[in-house]
């Protein structure tokens, strides 16, 4: 017997026209005519024999049948659409490996590199997540994270990945490769910030001995894979991780005015939840992790 099912254009229609409470951006999402969703509503209301939507002056308004129907179909949407996209790709979405790590770490690290793994390991589906700050495993969906920090969280398996160097970075337009410089005067140079870490050019300065005078001020962005093109475009000195300029420095457009790098008090650490610990394609990303960092140039992505 044939199912008391409305027609999936309906169906879309309807989703986007509640969503948006506008039949007339609903069209511009599906690509069709305004009179053509409405048409598709007006079948739809009819098949049910109800009032989907109403209107109160310019305001179109779903009555109150039509926000129970709404938040019965947009999930049922949401599944139907997860069934097709994980038959277009053989393999449900939950079996994706899902790794966290900053945005910084994935633009100028992890994603130059992440060919290897892929290649190594075809049938793993990888999903990265940019996020910063620590990974709570209990409310995010990561299998694994890397983390800046000290590694120590309960139910957590920590593996260390790397010491954090930090070293101050400037294009030669900036400034000449050929100056010597023993002391910063923020009043002078301009200076890049980073917006999620926000005392990075302290904790350089305290850490090198520098000394310095004026006021740190300057450009704020949100990561250092924001605050490195910026550096490159002679737009301030920047405080970033060395591993993540190896190629900008070998490649000279970057260099480091201030000379070497130094070590910070934090590293960089793998996290999983303990009771995943084992399972093999964790397993195998942890290992092919520590493995290419330890490789020469490890912190030289091609870019």
């Known amino acids: 017997m044939r199912r008391f099912i409305p027609s999936l254009s309906a169906l879309e229609c309807f989703d986007l026209a509640a969503r948006h409470r ?52 947009d999930p049922l949407l949401a599944r139907l ?23 910084g770490f994935a633009a100028r690290w992890l994603l130059p590199r992440l060919g290897g793994f892929l290649a190594a390991h075809p049938e793993v589906i990888l999903e990265v997540i940019e996020a910063e700050g620590a990974s709570d495993f ?10 800046r920090g000290t590694g120590a969280a309960a139910d957590v398996r920590s593996d260390w990945l790397c010491a954090e160097t930090l070293t101050v970075v400037a294009a030669p337009k900036l400034i000449a490769p050929s100056a010597s410089l023993d002391h910063l005067d923020f009043a ?5 910030q980073n917006a999620t870490r926000p005392s990075l050019w302290m904790t350089w300065l305290r850490l090198s001995g520098t000394a310095h005078s004026g ?3 300057g450009v704020r962005l949100g990561h250092s894979g924001l605050l490195i093109p910026a ?21 000279g457009r970057l260099w480091e005015p201030f000379g070497p790098a130094v070590t910070s008090p934090e590293s960089y650490w793998i996290l999983r ?21 330890r490789r020469p140039n490890a912190g030289a992505p091609s870019l």
């Open 231 to 251: 550096a490159c475009a002679g737009l301030g000195l920047a405080v970033v991780p060395r591993f993540y300029v190896e190629e900008d420095l070998r490649q």
């Open 81 to 103: 659409e997860k069934a097709a996209l994980d038959a277009v790709r053989g393999q449900r979405r939950e079996e994706a490996l899902i790794l966290r790590t900053s945005p």
């Open 188 to 192: 002078r140079l301009p200076t890049l």
């Open 215 to 217: 006021a740190i001020r």
């Open 273 to 293: 939840p303990e009771e995943r610990a084992h399972h093999p394609q964790i397993m195998d990303c942890v290992t092919w992790l520590k493995r290419e960092m």
């Open 22 to 73: 506008s039949f007339t951006r609903a069209a511009e999402d599906l690509g069709l005519t305004q009179s053509g969703v409405s048409r598709q509503i007006s079948a739809l209301e009819q098949f049910l024999g109800v009032r989907l939507f109403q209107r109160i002056g310019s305001r179109l308004v779903l009555t109150e049948v039509g926000v129970q129907y709404w938040r019965e179909i």
């Open 138 to 147: 209990t409310t995010s969906p990561a299998d694994l994270a890397i983390v």
